[in-house]
């Protein structure tokens, strides 16, 4: 279970993602918003597959900071290839 600053930190970060990914790629209000959206599903997807796997990687407080950025960006990049 995330403790509130983990939460609060896990929105910062998925925004920060969408931002990044929108700035890339995007063009509309509509796009970011899917863009925000699958960052934060892919980075609760993210850290639910490394407390499943037991994983060791670096975290930044509760956060497993590798996976939950490679859940991000592939629910983001998942989301643009299905174009939401």
Not at 45 to 64: C, F, I, K, M
């Amino acid at each position: 279970m995330l403790t509130h600053p983990s939460i609060v930190l896990a929105a910062l970060l998925a925004t920060v993602y969408a931002t990044v990914f929108h700035l890339l790629s995007g063009k509309t209000l509509r796009q970011f918003l899917v863009a925000w959206m699958a960052a934060v599903v892919g980075f609760a997807a993210g850290q639910a597959a490394a407390s499943l796997l037991g994983d060791h990687s670096p975290t930044v407080g509760e956060l497993r900071i590798v996976w939950v950025t490679l859940g991000s960006w592939a629910f983001m990049l998942l989301a643009r290839k299905l174009s939401l």
